[in-house]
């Protein structure tokens, strides 16, 4: 029995990783290499009782020490602890939304980035996710490293001797299945920088956002019709 399709948010796919956290309310995929999370996946859930946000950043005790982050390593580094999971795409119960203020869902996110187009391209699909024919969407999000482009790091001084790296970019593709059994895609880059450019700027072809990350996306879909979903950068809802 292939136990991941249990979880409604592997329905699609789940790309591999070094180690699968099965959470609550989403799965995460983890790079011990890197520090941080390989990618994200969940459903948007559109139940939002008016919960304030936890706020209690946590280490992950499900990793082993030598590849886990802790909170110092963000300390005095200038840098966000920025979400793969949205902390609003999660505030059903306490529980849902404290589950996304784990540090395994945290990437390093410079706070011009953070708190401007990452959180403008969260909104917007929490927007899509709102329209009547729309019945689920999946969201997956994860770091980019550019190996010909300098990579700064956190978290190392004379008592922790593990550097966390700091993304060049960050993807994050979604798709929907509305309430005709049709699934539409649309995927993003962004730098991990701060931009005053249009969303629509920085789609780009899945099949893309593959070959940079070194995973496969929505991998339990086939067919000729999805390769061409892949290829193509649909217009944005």
């Known amino acids: 029995m292939d136990l991941p399709s ?3 948010e592997t329905r699609y796919g789940m790309p591999a990783a070094d180690k699968i956290l099965f959470n609550r309310y989403y799965v995460l995929g983890y790079s011990y290499y890197f520090r941080q999370a390989k990618w994200a996946l969940e459903i948007i859930d559109p139940t939002d009782i008016g919960l304030d946000r936890m706020d209690n950043f946590r280490p992950d005790y499900r990793l082993p020490d030598m590849f886990r982050t802790d909170l110092e390593d963000y300390a005095k580094s200038g840098l966000d602890r920025g979400h793969l999971v949205a902390s609003a795409n999660q505030r059903g119960i306490a529980l849902q939304n404290s589950e ?9 996110q410079r706070p011009q980035f953070n708190r401007a187009i990452w959180r403008e391209l969260e909104e917007a699909v929490r927007t899509l996710n709102q329209k009547p024919r729309i019945l689920e969407t999946y969201v997956i999000c994860g770091p980019l490293f550019y190996f010909d482009q300098p990579v700064e790091f956190i978290g190392a001084d004379d008592d922790n001797e593990v550097e966390v790296p700091i993304p060049n ?11 005709k059994g049709r699934l539409h895609m649309w995927s993003f880059i962004l730098p991990n920088a701060a931009s005053d450019k249009p969303l629509a700027d920085y789609q780009v072809p ?27 950068i649909r217009p944005l809802w």
């Open 100 to 108: 996304t203020f784990l540090l395994s869902n945290m990437a390093p």
């Open 6 to 8: 249990l979880r409604r």
């Open 206 to 232: 899945t099949t893309k956002i593959e070959k940079y990350a070194g995973v496969q996306l929505w991998d339990r879909l086939e067919g000729s019709k999805i390769l061409n979903e892949k290829k193509k």
């Open 169 to 179: 970019a960050f993807f994050k593709s979604i798709l929907t299945e509305n309430d």
